[in-house]
């Protein structure tokens, strides 16, 4: 859906509308996302599809579940997370030339998909499961391999010194049937460069952890500014037991969006090496849009994304004042009859047994009232939908 045609950076006719933007985001005390952005900055895609960008490599995806040594088992998911990095967060930037405003997903959008290829067959569900505070939930599994992914999050965006600051809320937990074992994972904040010269792209600040109910934990630092190698997009992260992060098993190094380098601490040795740039994605197979459910993400947004990439704002204001209006109406009606949204894959619960233990010896917060409960999927919901 996402298109070359979107443009890049500011277009000369533009300077004007790009500068009263700025000023109105460094004013703006709510929520960014609810701001209406300049034509050329908008995306034609929504936010309920990130989710795909987890498991674009579906074989790295399932390769921790042949593993039967859990440290190497451990290191097998930290470079599976590893190699998502670049496609959530830059990908969009080498496409369109910069990094666009998605669509913001209404209460019930769907996201449906797999991916075919020697790893079998993974399959995708993303929901907005919340509006009030925007909240995707997310499932991607592989049956044959015994493998699936699950979470949920939303996004609080703040703005100084010229750079949005983006702090991502909630989590998700990878579990591996034939060990029994979670893996919780943490999610990096992130800032948005390049608003001056009107073409932003992503960086990476701060840590993130991924722990896991066999003992062990990564922890990985990210550096916008290359203090690590020198070069944006770096990283450091360290694989130790837990108890003894001073003390880690392997280590890896480099750029999330180019290559980086494993290595075992003890001898010293490389053992394995990743080229992001050169790593060849699987494309997601969805139903072709007629075919796919009213409230499925291209379906429901094909006449704003038409607009968008006509580059007619008149036409895209007017198709999305269509649903937001169709929303407004479906909301009071559920309120006037005591009722609310039921969401077709994920449940909403207080608590979470697993998620709350391994965020306890992270020392986090689930943040369960920041994103309106714990989400999890639902396999019974999930059957009933099919």
Same mark, same amino acid.
């Given at each position: ?37 300049? %034509?050329?900055?908008? /995306?034609? *895609?929504?936010? &309920? ?7 674009? $490599?579906?074989?790295? #995806? ?94 609080? %965006?703040?703005?100084? /010194?010229? *750079?949005?600051? &983006? ?7 990878? $579990?591996?049937?034939? #060990? ?98 050169? /790593?060849? *994605? ?105």
């Amino acid at each position: 859906m996402s298109s070359s045609t979107e443009g890049s950076a500011v277009p000369a006719s533009a300077k004007g509308s790009w500068s009263s933007f700025l000023k109105s985001i460094a004013s703006f005390n709510g929520d960014l996302s609810s701001l209406t952005a300049p %034509a050329f900055i908008l /995306s034609s *895609t929504s936010l &309920v599809e990130f989710s795909t960008y987890w498991a674009e $490599h579906p074989s790295i #995806f399932i390769a921790p579940a042949a593993e039967k040594d859990p440290a190497k088992r451990a290191l097998l998911v930290l470079k599976w997370f590893l190699s998502t990095l670049k496609q959530q967060y830059s990908t969009r930037n080498e496409k369109l030339g910069s990094e666009k405003k998605p669509l913001n997903p209404f209460l019930g959008e769907l996201f449906l998909g797999r991916w075919v290829d020697g790893a079998g067959e993974t399959q995708l569900v993303s929901e907005q499961v919340s509006h009030h505070p925007p909240v995707t939930a997310y499932c991607i599994w592989n049956s044959e391999h015994g493998v699936r992914l699950q979470g949920y999050n939303g996004q609080k %965006a703040s703005f100084s /010194s010229m *750079t949005i600051n &983006v702090k991502q809320i909630g989590h998700a937990i990878l $579990h591996i049937d034939e #060990f029994d074992e979670d893996y919780l994972i943490t999610l990096p904040p992130l800032h948005i460069e390049g608003l001056y010269s009107g073409a932003p792209f992503v960086e990476l600040n701060g840590d993130t952890y991924i722990t896991s109910t066999s003992g062990y934990t990564s922890r990985i630092k990210y550096s916008g500014r290359g203090w690590v190698s020198g070069k944006k997009n770096s990283f450091n992260a360290s694989l130790y037991h837990d108890g003894k992060e001073k003390e880690p098993l392997y280590t890896v190094d480099g750029q999330w969006t180019g290559s980086f380098s494993i290595k075992d601490t003890k001898t010293k040795a490389t053992l394995d090496t990743y080229d992001a740039a050169k /790593s060849k *994605t699987t494309s997601l197979t969805i139903a072709p849009v007629d075919e796919q459910d009213p409230l499925e993400s291209r379906r429901a947004w094909q006449k704003v994304a038409a607009a968008i990439q006509k580059g007619d704002m008149d036409a895209t204001s007017r198709e999305k004042t269509v649903i937001e209006q169709s929303q407004r109406e479906l909301r009071n009606k559920e309120k006037a009859e005591g009722k609310e949204w039921n969401r077709r894959f994920f449940v909403k619960t207080d608590s979470h047994a697993t998620l709350e233990k391994l965020a306890k010896k992270l020392g986090v917060s689930v943040d369960g009232d920041k994103t309106n409960g714990v989400w999890t999927f639902s396999s019974e919901k999930a059957s009933v939908a099919k």
